[in-house]
Each structure stands twice: as C-alpha cells, then as structure tokens.
C-alpha cells in the first residue's frame, strides 16, 4: 500500500493582514472587533490543563489556549493542517512525521519547535493517568525524533491510526517548554502558556476563568474563518451550577453563551428569541455492554434478544428532541459513521423466539425462568437519563426482569472495578472511530470480559490504515458484528445542547462537539 | 487568674479533642463509602474511562490508597497535625489555598447574613411582643415557622426571578462587589431569622411573667420600657446558646446559597470535594467547620458570665 500523505495546500496566505477593527459598524454580517464574551460553565474546571482534563468545562476552556499540530474538519471528519502545515504516516500507519510551520510562538515567546513537540508528547505520556484522555491517544509511544528544528518523527511499538486524529484535539494541545517545567498541579490551576489565540489571565475556582486575547497571534487552524488573531478581546467562563440560573442569565443578558442547556429549558429558550446550538457527540451511543463472562450473557441468543426487544422509535418519545436514537454504534457525527438501523429494528416476536430458543420459558409471573432461575439481570448507573426506565419496560415485554439501581459514581465505579456487573451503560466521545477499539477490543480494555475474535481482528486491521476505503470497510464489519452479536445495544446518542445570544456569531461545534471561540465574534 | 488559665487550659484539650474526633471520623467516613477519589477522577465526564489499570494504580499510589487503612490514616494525621492537608485529589490545588480563597467570601456572606437576620429576627419578636392586637401578634409569630419551611433555594431561585432577571436591580452570580451579596444575604437571612425571631419571642413572653416584671410594671414604667431594658436583656441568653446552631445554619446555608447565586466559598467547595470524594478537600473543610464551632462555643461561655451575673456566680 503506499504511503499515505497530505500535501498542505497553502489555505493561510501569510501576510494577508486581517481586517480587524476596521470594520464598518454599519455591516451587521462582518465581524466586528472587540468586547468579551461571557460563557455561562455547568461545572467548576477542577484542572484547566487541556492535557490532563477530562470533562468538558476544562477542555473548553483550555481549546482557548492551546493549537494544534493538526485540525478535523467537523462536517467532513478529515484531518487539516495547523501548526503542522503537513506530514506522512508511513504504510502500517506506526511513524508519524510532522512538518511545523515557522513563526508560531509561546506566549512566552518560545518558539513552536519540533523539540517543543517531542516535550510535549513525552510531557503527556509522563503524566499516565493523570491525562485522562492524553494516556489512551499516546497508548505505545515508543520514540520520537527531531531531525530538525522543524520536523517532529512520532513512532509507536504498533499500529496506531487513531493518533492521527489525537493531534488534533486539545489534549494533544501544545504547551511551552518552560511551562512543561511545572508541576502537573501548576498546570492544572492556571499557570498555562500555549501558543493559542488568547492566553489565561486567572482562574479562581467555583467563579471564572478570564482570557484575553493575544495580539500578535496569527497562526489559525486552516479551518478557521479569517487570519491573524481572534475577534473578541477577551472570554470570561462564569460557573453557573443550576441550570435555571444559566437560563435566566442568557435571557437577561447577564451572560451571552449558555454552554449546557437543560432538556426542561429547551422549549423556553426558543419562546425568548435565543438561539440554540445542537451537535450529536461523536464516538459510541449511549449503550449496554453485555458481562459476557456470566452463564446469562454468554449465550449469543439472550445478547441478540435484548437487542430486537428495544423499541428506539418509542425512546425518541422521552429524550430531547436535538438528541436522536441510535442508528449505529457510532454516532452520526462520528468519521465513517454508517447506518446500520437494519440491525436495531424493533423485533419482539424475534425476541421471544430467540428466547424460547435458548430455553427460557415464561413463568408464572411474566418473566422467563429456565432452570428455576429467572431471566433477571442488575444494572448500577449514575447517568442522568430518563430512557433506561423505558428500557426496563420494553424488555420486560418479552419476559426480562431488567432491574435498575440508579446510584452514585463512585460506587458504580466501586462495583465494576470489582468486576460484578452483568451490563454496563455508558458512551464515550470521540471524534475518530477508533473508539470502537478503546472500549470493546477484547485484548485492550474488554468490556464485554469475552475471548478475543473477529471483532477484534477487525478492529486491529481498523487501526492500522488511514486509507479511508479501506478503513471504513473494516469499522463498518466490526460495527456489524458488535450489533449482531450483541455485543453492545446501541440506544440513543449524546447531543450538547447550547443556547446564545443573537449578538453572537460565528460560534460552532468543533469536531468532538467542543468549542472553538477564534472566529466568534459579537455584534456591537 | 490560676482558676482562669486553668479553665483555659481545659477547653484547649477540649478543643483539641473535638478537632481529631472531626477529623478521624470524617476519615473514618469518607473511606467507609466505596470507590475511590481517583476512579472519580477518572470518570469526572461521566462518560468511560479508559485509562489503562497499570496506570490507575500509580496514581492511586501517589496518593497512599494502595497503603493499608491505618497506614493511610497514619499519614494523613501525622500531616495534618503539621497543618498540611496535602492537594486536592479533582484539582491538584494545595487545600490550604483553596480555604483561603472560598473562606473569607463564606465569611462575609455568612456575617453580613448573621447581621441582617439579627435585624429582621429581633424586629419581629419585639414588635409580636409589644402589640396588643391578638390577630397581628399570632400572625407575626406565625411567620417564623412559615420561613423556616421554605427551602433555600426555591427562595433564591424566586429572588432571582424578580430582581435580577425581571428588574435587573442585582447580579445572578459572582462575588463581584457588594451588588451581588444582596440576594445571598436575603435568602441566607431569611431561616436564620426565622429562628431568631421564634426563640426570641418565646423567651421573651416567659421572661415577661416573671414577678419582676410585674414589679416593674407596678412602679409605673411603660411597657415599651419594660421590654427594652430589661426583658430584653434577660431574655437574650438563649439566642446566645443558639449561637453554634446559628453558625452551623449558616455554614450549610452557604451550600445551598452559593450553588444558586454561582458564589465561590466554602460551601460550594466542601459540596464539590463531597461529590468527588476528594478527601483532603473534605477533610481539610470539616477541620476548619470544628474550628469555627469550637471558636463560637468559647466565645459564648465567655460571654455568658459577662450578661449575667447569676452565670458569674455559678462558675466561681
């Protein structure tokens, strides 16, 4: 196969000097230069470190701070250049080389340089769990080299597609050498210098995260909409914990950008002449992963059961309507995301009968016994959602008593460290199939605690080509086998809901429906 | 003075007593509940982690929790008799700034709450005690039981709605000037009062029938002065033993109040370490909390003997 590669074309003309300020205030479509934008954060940051976050707040806020070595087109899923203006990734997709743009610097004042790069990476992988994303991206890292000032050669022990992708989010963000210096904990409040186009003035726990821009920043993402630095002056993330309170604020105006709607205020939020903002999160759909180590779910008729006994029509009925039923593992928003909706029809006589089949008999009480044990099985979640109750009520339809013991984090977490669960119900973000394997390869993470197989061949080959044709044929079987197999039952996907001001434009979801505040600009 | 260096040397141990009780049964507590700190923190998007075990167990090494029971609690004592709670576990901030960032906001809040209820409460006991109308006097001592029943943060949240997204007369959050203390104050104030206003009211009728009053009535002075300067000054003592209770209010009050009104402080802090399980957060702001008490309880019996010298005589 011959090497895949990505010739940059030149989408940033240098020294085409932005229009900033000098826009006529009589055109309310140009952007306009100046003021702060105020975004409403459901949640205190904890570590504003893009590196080492992992909740949303956090990487929000630190996608301010920090560029990229690539961007990822959030309509078309493709990888674009940023600081690296282009690269190779050789055959079996283990070496990366990345060639940087000159002039990007630190607010510091370093210089964005390949030695900078490889600090970087190994900064991350030296944080282990610490990057709680960062750890699974950089999974492998065998060693980097820097030819030259400019040339960063990122080589992994195995095939590693997904990499590709990872420099594109903040996580993979850069900071400066100096500021690598610091203790992980230093990072994590505030004392951050990126190369990003506004800089962290302060952050003060449970209040605001204040960012002003930086003036000689002129090293956009390729896919930003104009040159040279940001629009704004300067953001302020106010954390606001009730969602009422967020609400209220937008439509007084005491904030313009409510990062977090409430599914009980959509509806309130469209009568106040706001503008709601929706993106499905990519990655893998709201599911049930199966225990296929008990007696229960090691029997592939039972799994495939449950599958055909969920009525995802019937769920759209209950979840807010910018969220929208599985079609797939995958989310829509997810890179080579394919329908497969033919697997997730509404099937309850094929459930009975695959049922019947595997030798549960309905009891005196509705529910299937087979051997003098019922057909029960235990589910401990923390989520807040209101489908699993429906859930509940459609497999009891068949004869499955699905029991729901709704608690906390921590002992959900508690219970399945220790491995004694039958089903888990969880999703993960991810824009790069590749999340696929983080979360179901039976030789890695093995959720479903079942022997290695096709799946897992499917998804190792997955990992090794960034050919698209070819990569999505081999996701697109894995996907099908982890339905058909029952292996995962796939049921509505994420979405992030946002609410703003009509003063507010050009502010949209990149790629992991995260936000990106370069080309948002407010209207005087 | 022997007897007082005695007496002040007693309530030292005692206090130090009361700070490792606090502090080894919040321990005792907080590692009863399953799951770890760091399992939280791993998981803090609610969406999988899936960082890999080796991994997760160096970073549960950092923090001791792979050592046994007593060994962590060793540990943890041993550093917090050197007044080092250690970092916290979510944020990597030491504990002891993240105290001495929310406190002196709780702090003001809270005072600024305490004298305001002071106001309203013993407002309402004065004037329930001095009027003669029956059906204002129930009216105004029905009020407190009607304030204690309103949830905090439905008061905050109705507070909200009129004065700062209706008139916007005040800011819905932040600490940012005296602007947005008002309505935290209020909706702070407001139970606090509640009980002030109650327990007042009721002292103050038991202290009215007592024979001196009856005296003093006798002797031809007017009711309004009767209740001012000397059954109010009688009747004040079990405001004074409600002291720890008023405080205890307050500071659970902030918990709620800084959540509505987007407030930094102790309150939002200890909830957050609470959720997450951060240890030395909540260990750090339940040492503080029994501070606080052990301060305002001091404070009271000193003060008792210097209202009344009945306490005086007793204590000799």
Known sequence: MKPYSVALLALLLAGCGGPSGEVSQADPSKPHSGGTLRVALDGDPQCVDPQQAGNNTALNVGRQLVDSLTDQDPVTGAIVPWLAERWEVDADSRRFTFVLRQGATFSDGAAVDAAAVKANLEGILALGARSILGSTYLAGLKRIDTPDSHTVVVEFEQSNAQFLQATSTMTLGLLSPANLALSSGERCQGQLVGSGPFVLKSFVHNQKVSLSRREDYAWGSSLAAHTGKAWLDGIEFLIIPESGVRLGSLASAQIEVNTSVAPQDEPGIEGQGLVLLTRANPGVVFNLALNESTPLFADIKVRQALNKAI???ELQRIISRYQKPATALLATSTPLYRDFSSLLAYDPDGARRLLDEAGWQVGADGVRVKDGKRLAFRLDYWQQTPILEL???????????????????????????????????????RADPDVLRTVYDARGYNINKREPGEVDRLLSESSKTLDSAKRQGLIDQASELLLRDGHAIALVELATVLAHGKKVQGLHYEASSRLQFFDTWLQP | MRGTALYLLGRGGQALLVLWAAF??????????????????????????TVNQQQVAALRAQYHLDEPLAVQYGIALWHAVQLDFGNSIQSGQPVSASLAEALPKTAALALVSLAVALVLGVSLALVASLTRRRWLRDLLLGLPAVAVSLPTFWVGLLLLQWFSFGWHWFPAMGNQGFASLVLPTLTLAIPTSAVIAQVLARSLAATARLPFVDALRAKGLSPLRVLLTHVLHNAVIPILSLSGVIVGSLLAGSVVTETVFSREGVGRLAQGAVSTQDIPVVQGVVVLAALIFIAVNLLVDLLYPLLDPRIRGAAR
Request: proline residues 3%; aromatic residues 8%; negative net charge.
């Open chain 1, 391 to 429: 859930v509940q009520q459609q497999l009891k339809g068949v004869g499955i008593d699905f029991q729901l013991n709704k608690s906390t984090i921590s002992q959900v977490t508690a219970i399945q460290a220790g491995g004694d669960f039958s089903v888990r119900f969880l999703n993960l973000t």
């Open chain 1, 311 to 313: 009525d995802r029509a």
């Open chain 2, 24 to 49: 080894s049964l919040s321990f005792v507590v907080l590692y009863a509940l399953p799951s770890d700190p760091v399992s939280i923190m791993l998981n803090q998007s609610g969406e999988q982690s």
